[in-house]
Nanobody
């Protein structure tokens, strides 16, 4: 069983930055893509960004384009989400998710493994 561990969440003022990390605990494994989703209170979980493990192609939700950057470090088997110019509406629990096989719909939440989530709170 793969476990994903997220870190880097916290409290930040509007306009500030945070960097989230996602890494599997235990053994490494082959994957097709890793994504970040988020869920705010009383809202549905929504897609934030994704990265293909091979090739590094990236995909973003319109609400975060130009502010968030997803990247990967193959040597550390880790995916990052750099979040800049944060807004109060970015407040949510952020989840890392891994897809093992090809699918072109990165916003589809049917990923194979999920992390427990890390809280991001942006104060105004």
């Amino acid at each position: 069983q793969v476990q994903l561990v997220e870190s880097g969440g916290g409290l930040v003022q509007a306009g500030g930055s945070l960097r989230l990390s996602c890494a599997p605990s235990g053994h490494t494994f082959s994957r097709y893509a890793t994504a970040w989703f988020r869920q705010a209170p009383d809202k549905e979980r929504e897609f934030v960004a994704a990265i293909r493990w091979s090739g590094g192609n990236t995909y973003y939700a319109d609400s975060v384009k130009g502010r968030f950057t997803i990247s990967r470090d193959n040597t550390k088997n880790t995916v990052y989400l750099q979040m800049n110019s944060l807004k109060p509406e970015d407040t949510a629990v952020y989840y890392c998710a891994v897809r093992l096989y090809y699918s072109s719909d990165y916003g589809d939440p049917r990923y194979d493994y999920w992390g427990q989530g890390t809280q991001v709170t942006v104060s105004s």
